[in-house]
């Protein structure tokens, strides 16, 4: 009887470790988008029509809006195949700041919904 006890007690711990354990979370794909406007106005910067898919060079004067990374939930392929930003459902929010340079907006993360990361240059 007592192996009997045993083997019972020994299956019900191992479904319960089992039952409890938290799955492993799957990293999410970013996609780039560079923005296109040669102004970078706040209302501009948070423009989502504003930003389009592909990297940048990023080259020129620090602080202005130049590309980031947008989290895969938040993009989609659209008839051509080409990834844009959501309008409906999952939409983006971009949060502009001032950059450094006191006159030009840029994206910024912290405050964005989506955007693990932006560069800022341009």
């Given at each position: ?69 947008v989290t895969d939930t938040y993009t989609h392929l ?5 990834r844009v930003l959501n309008t409906t459902g999952n ?17 910024n993360p912290s405050t964005s919904t989506g955007i ?7």
């Open positions: 009887m007592k192996r009997y006890l045993s083997g019972i007690a020994a299956t019900i711990i191992a479904i319960c470790l089992v039952a409890f354990t938290t799955p492993e979370k799957k990293p999410l794909n970013t996609f780039t988008f560079r923005y296109t406007p040669a102004t970078y106005t706040q209302p501009q910067v948070q423009t989502n029509s504003n930003w389009v898919s592909g990297a940048s060079l990023c080259a020129g004067q620090a602080n202005k809006a130049c590309q980031m990374e659209d008839a051509n195949n080409n939409v983006i929010v971009i949060k502009a700041v001032l950059g450094v340079n006191g006159s030009d907006y840029v994206p693990p990361s932006a560069i800022d240059k341009r």
